[in-house]
């Protein structure tokens, strides 16, 4: 139902598009649109952005992706009225995207840059906090102490004008070039996987469907501030900010 177009132009902040649904549930409004900029993963909190409309704006605090409507759940506050069929014009918070973005962008940069160090195969996954993200290497517990390795040779790539290049690849192409140890993680339904890669590296191709910044030169103050096991994974808890746009 919901077009997502993050997914193909992940640096578009505002959008023209339709109220399909709205409803009031527990005190907040939700809000189902016909394509949305919003990206549903991201954490929780704070002002995403506005839905604004001929009789009303809802401000956006939490976007939530439902699987069974396929499509993004917009919540927050109205001020006035949106109605299913309303135009309307949907808009990102800058500061919001251009955080997320960097921080997505980072996990990939200490997941390509481990995966290298320590020439294993493995999967990362981030969650976001108020005061940083957490990095969860997938098997990596016995590397506790290799986040110092990680952390030094970070260093040549903070703030290298490295392109982030973001493009689709067939599933058969995707499977050899990002490696097959991503098969049981993409579903066999998905044809044609969007992969991110840094352009000039020897780094593969990680397959993703988030949001991040169109180069390293957007990112800033990166540092890995600890880590810790969990289980048989090893977390990285890291720290950096996006570059304000000019």
Not at 1 to 22: G, H, I, N, T
Not at 92 to 110: E, F, I, K
Not at 120 to 140: E, H, R, S, V, Y
Not at 182 to 206: K, Y
Request: charged fraction near 25%.
């Amino acid at each position: 139902m919901d077009a997502r177009l993050y997914l193909a132009k992940p640096f578009e902040l505002a959008s023209p598009s339709e109220v399909v649904k709205v409803r009031l549930r527990k005190g907040e409004y939700q809000v189902v649109l016909r394509e949305s900029p919003f990206e549903p993963e991201n954490p929780e909190g704070g002002r995403r952005g506005r839905i604004e409309g001929p009789h009303g704006t809802l401000t956006v605090r939490r976007v939530t992706w439902d699987g069974n409507q396929r499509a993004a759940i917009h919540s927050g506050e109205m001020e006035g009225e949106l109605r299913a069929g309303d135009d309307v014009v949907a808009k990102v918070d800058p500061s919001v995207r251009r955080h997320n973005g960097a921080y997505h962008t980072v996990s990939h940069l200490l997941t390509s840059i481990a995966r290298e160090l320590w020439r294993a195969d493995f999967l990362g996954k981030l969650a976001l906090a108020d005061f940083g993200g957490f990095l969860t290497l997938f098997g990596q517990a016995g590397r506790a102490a290799g986040w110092q390795e990680v952390a030094a040779a970070l260093e040549r790539y903070i703030g290298a004008d490295i392109p982030v290049l973001i493009y689709s690849l067939p599933r058969g192409e995707a499977l050899e070039r990002c490696g097959r140890f991503f098969e049981s993680v993409v579903p066999n339904s998905v044809a044609e996987w969007r992969v991110v890669q840094f352009e000039g590296t020897s780094f593969l191709p990680i397959p993703c469907g988030g949001v991040h910044v169109p180069n390293l030169t957007a990112v800033r103050g990166i540092e890995i501030t600890g880590s810790r096991g969990s289980g048989d994974n090893l977390v990285l808890q890291y720290k950096c900010d996006y570059v304000p746009a000019s």
